[in-house]
């Protein structure tokens, strides 16, 4: 059960910061999908909803999402799903169900780094960056890697790319969580970008592998390099073995849905 002693919602980010780091049990709210499946006595409970985050807008260098962004947004945006093809909107439209999808939020989602994102692995296929109250603006790949710190995820920014990027995913059934996923970029100079999650670790860039490709190795040898470059496990959903095979199977179908298919 989680229990709130008090519920504020701030006026300004300054005043939402300053109560997180307060005291140990301030935490912000997000959608709570994930707050309540837990088991905690929160002290203040801050809710972002006064601060006008929840916006998907677009300059002629950026897309710029709002923290309070649900996922439902990031899938039916027309400018998210016309970036790169909709890769963010084809990888989101698999969590749970509309209903769940109305109500979890991007910045919650980013901030809280899970291995099983749905989300995470087509962000960083498209060199996302995130904008934090005191971390400031950092690329996401490097907040992937950072430690832990208590902050306020305020939005997160894609810079404007040509080319496009598909997401690909393994599950048991439609709402569980992901085996295995990841994404691809394709631009249009040939230069390619591939994420892999859910390993079961959080998505991470295969930089080698990808570069390999970039120059002409085939993809076959692509797919073996990288299963050798980045570290896959096991869990209740999947064997690191598993992992490892499906890994190659999700990285041949990303390469042949972005085009891949003509370089051969
Ligand atoms: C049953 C279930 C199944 C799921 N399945 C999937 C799945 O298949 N694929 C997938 O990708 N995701 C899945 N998720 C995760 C989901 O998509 C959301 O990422 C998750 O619920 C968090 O979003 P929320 O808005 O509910 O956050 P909340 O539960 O409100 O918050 C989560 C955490 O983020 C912190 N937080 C919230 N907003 C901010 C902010 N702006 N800055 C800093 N910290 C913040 C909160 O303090 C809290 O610690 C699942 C979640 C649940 C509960």
Redesign the pocket.
Known sequence: MVTIKEYIAPKTIEEAYELLIARKNN???????????GSRNINTAID?CNLSLDYIVENEEEILIG?DTT?RQLEINNIIKNHCGGAISQGVS???GVQ?RN???V???V??R?G????LPSLLVLDAKVRLYKGGVMDLKDFLEKKYEK???LEVILPKKDGIAVYDCLRKSSG???IINGAMFKGNNCEYVIAIGSRPQRAKLAEKSMEALEYGASIDKVADMVVDELHFGTNMRGSREYREEMCKVLIKRMHDKVGGYHDR
């Open positions: 935490l912000i709210l997000g959608g709570c999908g994930f707050i309540k499946i972002l923290a996922l698999y969590i749970v769940f109500m979890a939020r910045g919650a989602s901030f809280s899970y099983f994102s749905d989300l902050d306020i995820l569980d969580l992901p």
